[in-house]
């Protein structure tokens, strides 16, 4: 863990003492209250996604997949208006647009928190790729 690692942790940990879980619950083996779960619980992981086909939040896809009991669908490419991420430390909600804008160096436009850009390599599980 770099040096920067540990400062933003410990900055989450401090944000964790003043605020408790707000806004739409989370569903799964969440871990924490900042939305990490067993699959995905780095200093990084602290988004949730609403999954289209319920409308409701899980922090992952496999989350999704073990909880749900149907199959996940991904949100169309004109639903990038749609309120789907949640950020885990402030707990305010992303449009798809404001989260995938920059996908390697993605992070919440409210907070400043940061998060794992190797969820880019999942976006096609949750987004659509433009032109389907
Ligand atoms: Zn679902
Ligand atoms: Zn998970
Ligand atoms: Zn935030």
Redesign the pocket.
Known sequence: MSREDRAVQRDRERQDHQSGPEGPPVLGPTVDAQTRCIHYRTVLDVIAIRFACCGEFYPCHLCHEETAGHPSRPWPAASRHERAIL?G??R?ELTIQEYTRSPHDPR?P??G?VFNPRCSRHHALYFAPAGE
């Open positions: 950020c430390l402030c305010c919440c409210r907070c928190a």
